[in-house]
């Protein structure tokens, strides 16, 4: 079956990619350095010549308010055009636990433009909500910093390893379009100032984490339970612990 991962060169990209050729699939990194633009729509029309599935794992290369929604707008918007006139029968998006309950924030006001393009239109659809990935615990940080301090809300969340969600991304590419979206999480429950200070705890010079409830989440107020996947959702093996031993030497402490 052929399957064109946009965004196929990113961290997700990468590895779903990897994991779809295991077992046998003919997966296409499709990104603009190898010659897919989802902006532009350059080399779209070629790459999904004869594809059945379509996953999009593509990120913003910006996330300013306006830019992200521009991103997320026209490249959804030329991915299902584009797939529509090559027969593709499964769109798959990777989006984010509790987008809808996020609009406070440019970033998930685009994500939530890119699920209602996606639900109106003719292609059959399988979205995707995923936890945060514990290889963005450090840009988390970087994005709720404030002078030299990371101020973080001490709410509950559950993420979860880079690799599962390629895995789960990889199960759900190959199965019937849900039509509807499917929760991913991780293992294990905790409260966000906690991990992300034990993130930063490897690095040399670790900034201060607090924990403050008016902090935001990418620029929305969020409740205690806005990032926690449902009963529903399909959980992850990774545990945190076993991703850090598995990701020692790979740059962590930088
Ligand atoms: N971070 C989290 O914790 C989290 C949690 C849940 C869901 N998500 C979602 O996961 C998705 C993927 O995230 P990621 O961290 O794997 O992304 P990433 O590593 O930043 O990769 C983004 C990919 O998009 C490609 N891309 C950028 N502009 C493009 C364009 N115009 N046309 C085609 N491809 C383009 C990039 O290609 P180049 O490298 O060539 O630019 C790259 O392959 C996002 O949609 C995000 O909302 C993230």
Do not use: C
């Not at 399957?3 to 046998?24: A, D, F, M, P, Q």
């Not at 409830?213 to 545990?239: F, S």
């Amino acid at each position: 079956m052929k399957i064109v991962v946009i965004g196929g060169t990113g961290l997700i990209g990468s590895k779903l990619v990897n994991k779809l050729r295991e077992h046998g699939h003919e997966a296409v990194a499709a990104a603009p350095n190898t010659g897919v633009n989802t902006v532009t729509g350059e080399g779209l029309a070629e790459v999904l010549k004869g594809a059945s599935v379509v996953v999009d794992v593509s990120n913003s290369p910006s996330w300013e308010d306006a830019a992200v929604l521009k991103f997320f707008e026209t490249s959804t918007r030329n991915l299902l055009t584009y797939g529509a006139a090559a027969g593709v029968g499964h769109h798959v998006a990777l989006s984010v636990v509790g987008t809808q309950l996020l609009a406070e924030s440019g970033y998930f006001r685009a994500k939530i433009a890119q699920e209602k393009l996606i639900k109106e239109s003719s292609i059959p659809y399988s979205i995707v909500h995923a936890t945060q990935f514990f290889e963005f615990l450090k840009g988390l940080a970087d994005i709720s910093t404030d002078g030299n301090k990371v101020r973080l809300p001490p709410v509950f969340f559950q993420p979860m390893a880079a690799d599962d969600v390629a895995s789960a991304m990889g199960r759900i590419a190959v199965g019937p379009p849900v039509n509807g979206t499917v929760e991913i999480g991780g293992p294990e429950q905790f409260r966000m100032d906690e991990l992300v200070r034990r993130r930063l705890a490897l690095l040399k010079d670790p900034p201060e984490v607090i924990a403050d409830p008016n902090a935001r989440y990418a620029g929305a107020k969020i409740g205690d339970k806005t990032l926690v996947p449902g009963n529903n959702a399909r959980l992850g093996e990774t545990t945190f612990e076993t991703w850090l031993a598995h990701s020692a030497g790979t740059g962590l402490a930088a």
